[in-house]
């Protein structure tokens, strides 16, 4: 996702001290969050490996600290946004430790679902922006727009699978708070601000494949909606659904955009 932002919107060379800093902030942050995920009021195969195999998220979250802590010194020109890429991060996160003070960001209405869009729209799009030093174009914004609103309507699926769990730990997000009817216009907002944005790329010298690219996972995940709310295997939600974040980009690398 990093390098089609640099491929699009930058046009040069990404910068691979980059590249490792967000690999390596993603193990980590996925570690943490999954070894603070021992629960679930839905059966859940992830969870249960995550119960039986906790030495590997403590392992992991070491590499990967390590790893993300070398490559922010190398980056350290940006300290600033770089640190404001781990605040975003950590607040998805820190309603689950187990921490008066931290649990009282559960009551943050719409926390849950706004930070984990905004942190990986954040690390993908507006921190290679920022450290290429590009200019904030008319495009550029319309790219980021695209991608989080993309980002932001996968989230919603993951967020009503696990309303359930949001409500038994009093977690609050809008789709704990909307009805059903309210979930369905957030997700069907989100995916034409998505569409609306990346069509607008049109003016600003993106081809038409790239563009069509830039669609195929938003109208997949659009077909998919009905599919997702009724189904809670983990394969599909952290395969094919989560996968659809990136979908666009392995299709650029695969036809050589």
Known sequence: MVYQTYQLVIRQPPDTNLLYFVFFATITSYSFHWYLTSHSEIPSERIDWTNEYRNIHTTLFIIGIAGAAYFFIRLSAHWFWLCLSAVITFLYSAPKIPQKHFRALRKIAIGKTIFLAFVWMYATTVLPVIIAGTS???DTIFFITGRFFLIY???ILFDYRDRKDDKAAGIRSLITYFSERGINILFAASLVIYAA????LL???YSIKAILFLLAPGIITAFLYNFAKRNLDDFFFYFILDGM???SALLMIIFGI
């Open 136 to 138: 904030w174009a008319a």
């Open 203 to 205: 003016n600003y010298n």
């Open 153 to 155: 309507a996968i989230c």
């Open 197 to 200: 944005t990346t069509l607008l």
């Open 245 to 247: 974040m990136m979908f």
